[in-house]
């Protein structure tokens, strides 16, 4: 079975046992980690100030939902949703209880998915640990930037780098591909993905951007960014057209338009890999 996600997000692990469910991970995210994985302070396992953004948090009781990765259901049957992951599922039994737990829950937005999701920030208890956090830093999640701000989302990006160097987790298994390798992301289609490599050039029409990491668009590795969203990316300091030559890594659903593609939303889906020396 492969749970539901956010949309263009459910089947990225789909080789590794997406038959899987979550509650277990709960049960560990809940017990708190092992001594030896323990932050060395509080604060390091809470939620940045950068994150809050003002937002009221809501004060609930919730138990984890069997079969949705990060979704917890309220006492009054809502689900919420922990925004910017995509987690691993648990191979659990689909019937496992984690029993009721004491949340504070502030949400990105005020809409809810198409499933009635709210998505937000999921904090547990005790101590006020940020789930997202938790996760990433197990190598239980990939961080997927979609709703919260980019200096946010960037304490979460350190916590997935220092997992995947210890190959925690999920990283044991996956690994970050190469933008220049078009056949190998075409298997990797319709999952979520990081993908490394150099802007051979930039293209650019009234609709869209164009990042191309190969000559021949029909067959290489492409990712794109909407023309209505390049206010978006410069406002976070990113000129996307002048990426020509930029070593980056990429983050996203590949998809096939052509050759290979990842459709970029966010800023933070891009990481310039020539300014802060990390090569892959």
């Known amino acids: 079975m492969v749970t539901r996600t956010d949309s263009a997000m459910a089947t990225w692990l789909a080789p590794h046992g997406a038959g899987g469910v979550f509650c277990v991970l709960m049960l560990a995210v809940l017990a708190g980690l092992p001594a030896s994985a323990r932050p060395a302070a509080a604060g390091e396992s809470g939620i940045p100030e950068t994150c809050l953004n003002a937002a009221q948090a809501e004060r609930v009781q919730a138990r984890a939902e069997p079969g949705e990765p990060h979704v917890w259901r309220t006492a009054t049957g809502g689900l919420l949703r922990q925004a910017e992951l995509v987690s691993l599922p648990a191979d659990s039994p689909a019937d496992a209880d984690t029993g009721v737990a004491d949340l504070r829950f502030v949400a990105l937005g005020e809409e809810a998915d198409r499933w009635e999701r709210r998505p937000g920030h999921v904090m547990l208890s005790p101590g006020d640990r940020w789930l997202a956090r938790e996760l990433v830093r197990q190598g239980r999640a990939i961080v997927a930037p979609r709703l919260a701000a980019a200096d946010c989302l960037a304490h979460l990006l350190k916590e997935e780098t220092r997992a995947r160097q210890r190959k925690a987790g999920l990283w044991a298994q996956e690994r970050v591909w190469s933008a220049h390798d078009p056949e190998a992301l075409s298997e990797?289609?319709?999952?979520?993905?990081?993908?490394?490599?150099?802007?051979?050039?930039?293209?650019?029409?009234?609709?869209?951007?164009?990042?191309?990491?190969?000559?021949?668009?029909?067959?290489?590795?492409?990712?794109?960014?909407?023309?209505?969203?390049?206010?978006?990316?410069?406002?976070?300091?990113?000129?996307?057209?002048?990426?020509?030559?930029?070593?980056?890594?990429?983050?996203?659903?590949?998809?096939?338009?052509?050759?290979?593609?990842?459709?970029?939303?966010?800023?933070?889906?891009?990481?310039?890999?020539?300014?802060?020396?990390?090569?892959?």
């Open 188 to 280: 990797r289609t319709g999952r979520y993905t990081l993908v490394a490599g150099r802007v051979i050039s930039v293209g650019e029409t009234r609709s869209m951007v164009y990042l191309n990491f190969g000559g021949r668009w029909s067959r290489d590795f492409t990712a794109t960014i909407s023309a209505e969203r390049k206010a978006a990316f410069a406002d976070a300091g990113l000129d996307v057209t002048s990426l020509d030559g930029a070593a980056i890594r990429l983050r996203g659903m590949v998809r096939q338009a052509g050759g290979p593609s990842i459709e970029l939303v966010h800023p933070a889906q891009i990481e310039r890999l020539d300014r802060n020396g990390d090569q892959r």
